[in-house]
């Protein structure tokens, strides 16, 4: 049985005084350690000398200090920036990171929030951090865009599911719609027949959930996932898993809408493959990325012809379609969707009492390459590496930094959010691999 007296010796060093320096209560192996030795966060002064004014007002928080509280935060995985500033009060190796003393007052939880409305709002200063991280790993020689993975991942959204308004608004306009448009006049003239005339209607219009309180996260489902409001983050990166680019979107765009800004801030890379699941897998998509003299890799997919359309052959040469029963339909004109139709005569309709219309689209061609390429050696093991790479960045995102939800409003604030965690990501990885390097 322990005594009293054991007792109270044991809990003496609460009352001890003793003489430490900060350096010397953070281990020397501390991933923060690491982030500081090989990143120089001076990069921040010159990202945000334009929202400080030099010589007027009262003296303000360290703008590098400010940042790394938010780092902090993403770096890892705290929910809300309440706990983050409780769990920098008593961590050394935050007030360590931070550099304050065990002594200094930490800035209270609304600090970060107030200046992020008055000096950053309106700014990309989150991206720009990120992009400025990964020149860091490019210059490092990490990076290798020959192969880049893409994919998108839902991040459920500071909004009641059970509070909505339904709101008609307008649909926004299909990617390519113009080029298509070309392709379908020169596809009809190559048949002979005449140009479709310019039709102006009026604007499409479709009845979508709008939340009360972040009007900008879009309503997600997806199978028999729980359906909530939330945010679509694009995501690239490449076969070693460096994070190259990413774009936030409403939970309810589909990954082929946004794909193309996406693309935007990825093909200066010049990759050679394109890595992307089912979702990505159009005619659109297939054709631009093979004009961008890319090599798209996408997986197998059902088919989505009618059943009873699904034992027909394509004849290139003659440009027809041949069906189960070796009768022939003929092309028969071009439609606006951007798909060509096919009929069999009157006589083999009444034959063999067959009246269906077989369609294909303008640039089939590109999908029947595609799958050409997934037939050919190595694409199947390149697109397996999807789970090594994209796929686990996603898990790490949401395992170890918060990337599950977000307690933010607004789209402006997610892409602040995605673009700092992704830094973070980063940056640790970056971090890690340049100390081991020695």
Not at 235 to 263: E, K, M
Request: aromatic share 12%; hydrophobic share 35%.
């Amino acid at each position: 049985m322990m005594s009293r007296d054991a007792d109270s010796k044991t809990f003496e060093a609460r009352n001890q005084v003793a003489f430490y320096a900060l350096e010397e209560l953070v281990p020397q192996d501390h991933l923060l350690r690491k982030i500081d030795k090989h990143i120089d966060f001076s990069f921040i002064y010159d990202l945000v000398e334009e929202v400080y004014c030099q010589n007027n007002g009262r003296p303000s928080i360290d703008p590098v200090t400010l940042i790394k509280i938010p780092i902090i935060q993403y770096l890892y995985g705290i929910p809300s920036m309440r706990q983050t500033i409780q769990e920098i009060s008593v961590n050394v190796a935050y007030r360590w990171f931070l550099g304050l003393s065990l002594t200094d007052v930490v800035p209270h939880f609304s600090t970060f929030g107030k200046n992020y409305k008055r000096r950053f709002e309106g700014t990309s200063l989150a991206e720009q951090i990120f992009t400025h991280i990964l020149k860091q790993c490019i210059d490092a020689q990490l990076v290798d865009g020959s192969q880049i993975f893409m994919d998108g991942t839902h991040v459920k959204a500071c909004a009641n599911a059970h509070k909505y308004t339904n709101e008609e608004v307008v649909v926004s306009a299909k990617w390519m719609a113009d080029e298509l448009m070309d392709a379908i006049q020169e596809d009809r003239e190559a048949h002979g027949k005449k140009p479709l005339k310019k039709l102006e209607k009026e604007p499409e219009t479709k009845n979508q959930k709008t939340s009360k309180h972040d009007s900008e996260a879009g309503w997600f489902h997806k199978g028999e996932h729980k359906q909530v409001f939330a945010y679509n983050v694009q995501t690239a990166c490449d076969r070693n898993g460096w994070i190259l680019g990413y774009t936030v979107h409403r939970g309810n765009v589909h990954d082929t809408q946004a794909f193309p800004s996406l693309y935007n801030k990825i093909k200066k890379f010049n990759p050679t493959y394109l890595v992307a699941d089912a979702g990505y897998k159009t005619a659109t998509i297939a054709h631009f990325i093979l004009n961008e003299a890319i090599t798209p890799v996408f997986p197998y997919t059902r088919p989505r012809k009618k059943p009873e359309n699904r034992d027909v052959v394509y004849d290139e040469y003659y440009d027809c379609y041949l069906d189960e029963n070796n009768v022939v339909h003929h092309y028969l004109t071009t439609a606006r969707d951007g798909y060509r139709q096919y009929r069999a005569s009157k006589e083999d309709q009444e034959k063999f009492n067959n009246y269906r219309v077989i369609t294909r689209h303008v640039w089939q061609d590109a999908l029947e390459t595609c799958e050409e390429i997934r037939h050919s050696d190595g694409m199947r093991d390149l697109y397996r590496q999807r789970k090594e790479t994209i796929e686990r960045q996603f898990g790490t995102a949401k395992e170890h930094h918060g990337f599950r939800y977000t307690h933010l409003v607004g789209k402006e604030l997610m892409e602040f959010k995605a673009g700092l965690t992704y830094a973070c990501i980063n940056m640790k990885k970056l971090a890690i691999l340049l100390d081991n390097r020695g």
